[in-house]
């Protein structure tokens, strides 16, 4: 190897050398001192000056002293030849101590700017949001060439603690002032923080929607009730997992066992739909036969062996026998744990996405942990209707979850943007009560047409 590397050498920096004169003496000699290319130069010029690789020859070529003549102090060649070669052991031992204790202080730079926005206690600001945002955004100007190469740096550790940070602050400012929150999470996003950075968007107007309810003419009903503006967003694309699959075939054979026979030969989303647009609209069907349809098929696709374990280790709802109370109930409700809005806001994407699509933990409105948001809900999407959202997912999931989980949650749609915000360990309110669902149909529902003429009420 070494030999390849000095003939290699010579031929790159020597092209007037005598390769073949060069002794194996000399290349020996430069194998046990372990020389860079440059010093095979050096070596080369001295054999072609002196005619010689004795010991003292070879000494004097390669001395600091005359690397010091041949390159000026300061080259950093001349500095690896009198520090040793690239392959001493000593010498990369040296670097890779350099190197970790580095990449050591980065890490703990970050880690103390993360532990000290979890301990900040201060009341968070607009403009202490904004100054953060500008912190954030001067992240890669301000480091130096050396942390530049820190595989730490490489992975924006600094850039995400520094975004844990400013998270942390638009939470204390929700909890603090939401009217506030909200103004200051309008005016910063999208520009200088993405809306999936936001700890909540319940209230946060969508960016630059392609047409706003308010520029078109408001369209009535027959009913008299104005109607409700449909989505003006592109469709989404929804890439199904395997487990989405399953769990879809699973749900729509749960449905047609729960409605009596009521199936579809549609596929997919938009076969469950047409089942349970069907069963909404038969004739003397009420939003209770509705509830009790989905709750019954939620409690079967979770199996017997869920809710029980759900009801005590997230609702708290613990057998009386087992705490050797003597009661008319069967069980006594000690919780929700203090862990469960949280916990339920991360397992929730993975066994709901095949109704919803992707979602994504976040915040409550409250600032608090437990809250989840449907980034663009398949349901409500391949639907268009107002009806099957509110009496085949809102009002049922939020029962089964209280009234069979122990753990209240909110179900809050977006119809004019299709998102919607779960919020766990947060007590509903009726539609009626409800200012942020709207009253009225969508513009564009299916569901209209098949009960014009009858006196059934599908959105409220």
């Known amino acids: 190897m070494v030999r390849v590397v000095v003939l290699t050498s010579l031929t790159l920096f020597t092209p007037w050398a005598n390769v073949s004169g060069f002794s194996t003496f000399s290349v020996q000699k430069l194998n046990s001192r372990s020389l860079n290319r440059r010093g095979a130069l050096i070596l080369h010029r001295a054999e072609k000056t002196n005619g010689s690789t004795d010991d003292a020859v070879l000494d004097a070529v390669v ?17 690896a030849m009198t520090s040793g070669s690239d392959d001493d052991p000593q010498v990369i031992a040296k670097q890779l101590g350099s190197r970790i204790l580095a990449e050591a202080k980065e890490v703990m730079k970050c880690t103390s700017i993360v532990f000290g926005y979890l301990s900040h206690k201060k009341t968070a600001t607009a403009n202490d949001i904004v100054e953060l945002c500008d912190e954030i955004e001067a992240v890669q100007s301000s480091l130096t060439d050396g942390e530049r190469e820190l595989l ?3 992975l924006d550790l600094r850039e995400k603690a520094l975004k844990f940070g400013r998270y942390e602050m638009l939470q204390t400012l929700m909890k603090e002032d939401y009217e506030g929150y909200v103004a200051t999470a309008s005016f910063l996003s999208p520009s200088r923080i993405p809306r999936e950075e936001l700890p909540n968007v319940q209230d946060v107007p969508y960016p630059n929607l392609p047409v706003t309810a308010s520029s078109k003419p408001v369209q009535m009903g027959d009913d008299g009730e104005p109607l409700v503006e449909d989505c003006t967003l592109d469709d989404m694309a929804y ?77 708290g709802i613990v057998p009386n026998r087992l705490l050797n109370k003597d009661a008319d109930e069967p069980s006594t409700q000690i919780g929700p ?34 809250g989840l948001v449907v980034e663009k809900c398949k349901f409500l999407q391949e639907s268009g209707c107002k009806g099957l959202c509110l009496h085949i997912c809102k009002l049922p999931t939020q029962q089964f979850f209280q009234d069979e989980l122990g753990v209240p949650l909110t179900v809050t749609p977006n119809f004019e943007t299709q998102e919607c915000q779960w919020s766990f360990g947060e007590v509903p309110l009726t539609p009626a009560e409800d200012p942020s669902f709207p009253k009225g149909c969508l513009v564009g529902c299916q569901s209209r047409e098949l009960v014009k003429g009858t006196q059934a009420d599908l959105c409220n």
């Open 63 to 79: 001395s600091p002293s005359s690397i010091d003549q041949e390159f000026p102090k300061g080259d950093s060649t001349a500095t």
């Open 152 to 154: 730490v740096t490489q």
């Open 239 to 315: 890439n199904d997992s395997i487990l989405d699959t399953v769990l879809l075939k699973i749900f729509r054979n749960l449905v047609e066992k729960n409605t009596g026979g009521v199936s579809s030969s549609k596929e997919g989303i938009l076969g469950l739909l047409e089942q349970g647009r069907i069963f909404m609209t038969q004739p003397n069907q009420t939003p209770e036969g509705q509830h009790t349809m989905v709750k019954d098929t939620l409690r079967q696709l979770m199996t017997p062996v869920l809710p029980p374990f759900y009801r005590i280790f997230m609702g």
């Open 337 to 370: 744990w203090f862990y469960a809005p949280w916990l339920t806001s991360f397992v929730t994407p993975i066994f709901f996405g095949f109704l919803v699509g992707p979602s994504r933990p976040n915040s409550r409105k409250d600032g608090q942990a437990g």
